[in-house]
DNA sequence: CGATGGGTTGATCCGTATCAACTGAAGTGG
DNA sequence: CCACTTCAGTTGATACGGATCAACCCATCG
């Protein structure tokens, strides 16, 4: 295969703009002109730069922020502390870590960025009391959950459809890169920041398998990888789920 | 095994009581008084039957109403029509349905009711113009549907663990349990509306597997089965994923 | 009473885990 | 600046678990 085709810039690396940001429906409450503009100000902490490696929350905490990646991404694990962590999800560039804490007022899992990012961070308890004079800001709250909950049962479905190693790693390939593409960012040339080890543990697989299952999938002409680098030759493809390929 | 154990009444077959329904605090706004009497009587409907095998919503449809269970239960598919269809949850007695819809403004499955059973059901539209005069319904939302999104991670989590048919059946036994006694009910004898088929799917394994790990786990003193009635011999072991049991 | 369909049990084959060896890239120190 | 270390990732060989196909059991219903 041809390197060269992997090796230009990659987007990825860029911040997002606050339209594309998950937080941007709470940050830009359009109906209310310009109180708007103190809300966002004061609501949310903007772009705080996290070191790669570095523990955003814990397992555990009590719960007291949303975070929206405005670079950079992270891995959601259980048992962070044990020898083998269980990988629950990743978040990319624009996306929201948190919301699952609402619910019992404890983090369930602990969020570590997989590489430098910067986060906005959003007070809950502040966000409910200026809901007190903007409803509407918690409209917007119920559509953000509301996404959380449609995506989640999404992934649970292309899993349980996946009968194969192979399909499982044709949807997780799929699904980042819709996650990119709805984001208005390229999504055909991807840098996957999370180990090889990081995907197998969220697929439930080996990464022995997940490694073979990428080369049968090169083979098959729908991607391209190198290392961390992946190209989507045929997005339409990787998201048909018929066996027969 | 001794069948007369399993025999007694289940309690499964009564009407949930309000306080235990999902839609409890949205039925039930505390703080408002009397106010709260009308809101609960024009925005939700009460305890209507369905019977087993109706449809309550159709993938596709634009989203209308949020259901809650008082009786019975239902599965949620998808490819409705398809000769291979999949299923994506079950709703039991108490829990509510329809919240995924929210999202994208449709349905994205096909809600069945597995058994006779009846469900109160809230115009969504009409709870947000509440809403308008009575913010603190929404938060009572947002509440309901980070539950939602905390289930749903737990789940995913408990199946990326499961590395073998029969833990995969066993979390699914403990998840069932547990939202038995989440919900103040007996979750030691359990009557399974669904059928095998049914459970495999969802699980995403055979139903010869899964017939397999039931008796496995029978052996083991772990649960005791008959059918559709489950009795649960030692529900702590059940919950332990260690392979060493 | 025989038919039907859900559920269980059995035998075989294939896919994935496991264990092990190897490769290559990145980082370290002389 | 280059050997040495280290670790992520890939490739190979074997064993085991679950899918598949098939037969059988049993409850329900006409």
Redesign the pocket.
């Known amino acids: 295969m041809n390197k060269i085709s992997l090796t230009y810039p990659i987007e990825n690396s860029h911040h997002v703009a606050c339209r594309d940001c998950a937080l941007h429906p709470v940050c830009d409450p359009t109906p209310v002109g310009n109180i708007a503009l103190d809300i966002s100000e004061t609501l949310v902490s903007k772009k705080t730069p996290v070191k790669a490696g570095e523990v955003i929350y814990q397992e555990g905490q009590p719960f007291e922020d949303l975070y929206a990646f405005t670079t950079g991404s992270a891995k959601e694990v259980w048992h962070y502390n044990q020898p083998e962590q269980q990988v629950i999800s990743f978040k990319i560039i624009g996306e929201l870590a948190g919301q699952n804490a609402i619910a019992n007022g404890i983090y369930p899992y602990t969020l570590v960025a997989l590489e430098d990012s910067s986060i906005c961070t959003i007070r809950y308890q502040d966000l409910l009391n200026s809901a007190k004079s903007l409803p509407h800001l918690l409209t917007k709250v119920i559509q953000l959950l509301s996404v959380d909950s449609h995506h989640e049962s999404e992934i649970r479905k292309s899993f349980a459809i996946a ?6 790693v044709r949807s997780f390939l799929y699904n980042i890169s819709s996650r990119y593409k709805n984001r208005g960012r390229n999504h055909i040339d991807i840098k ?1 920041s ?7 543990s969220y ?13 049968l999938l090169q083979n098959k002409g729908l991607v391209e ?4 680098f992946i190209h989507i030759s045929n997005f339409d493809l990787l998201s048909r789920h018929e066996e027969s390929i």
Do not use: H, V
């Open positions: 009968t194969n190693a192979e399909a499982k996957l999370m180990s090889r080890s990081e995907i197998a697929l439930g697989i080996t990464k022995e398998t997940l490694s073979r299952s990428l080369t990888s190198s290392g961390k």
